[in-house]
């Protein structure tokens, strides 16, 4: 059974930092592209980062370029996105996903598998 399990979320002033992580299990980890996404109550899903498990290539979207980073460990299963100088407008849910292909893909419809989400909050 494939599961993501989404955590890392929290309450930060605007200017801090969070750093969200994806435990991934029942599938070949480095076989897939694992994306973040966001959600913000009257908006639709948005992509925000994307990772290849396989050699880790990576994309952002404009909107966090410079200011997020995404990694993983294959040995861990585990994608990680780091958050700096957060801003009010990045408050929303995050969720990671997983794409079945080994192409680097911010489009919600194009994931395979969801987890369930992490709430983050940046106060101004």
């Known amino acids: 059974e494939v599961q993501l399990q989404a955590s890392g979320g929290g309450l930060v002033q605007a200017g801090g930092s969070l750093r969200l992580s994806c435990a991934a299990s029942?599938?070949?980890?480095?076989?897939?592209?694992i994306g973040w996404f966001r959600q913000a109550p009257g908006k639709e899903r948005e992509g925000v980062s994307c990772?290849?498990?396989?050699?880790?290539?990576?994309v952002y979207a404009d909107f966090v370029k410079g200011r997020f980073s995404i990694s993983r460990e294959n040995a861990k299963n585990m994608v990680a996105l780091q958050m700096n100088s957060l801003e009010s407008e990045d408050t929303a849910v995050y969720y990671c996903?997983?794409?079945?292909?080994?192409?680097?893909?911010?489009?919600?419809?194009?994931?395979?598998?969801w987890g369930q989400g992490t709430q983050v909050t940046v106060s101004s």
């Open positions: 990772i290849n498990n396989k050699d880790g290539s990576a």
């Open positions: 029942g599938f070949t980890f480095d076989d897939y592209v």
């Open positions: 996903a997983a794409r079945n292909r080994l192409l680097l893909e911010t489009t919600a419809r194009a994931y395979d598998y």
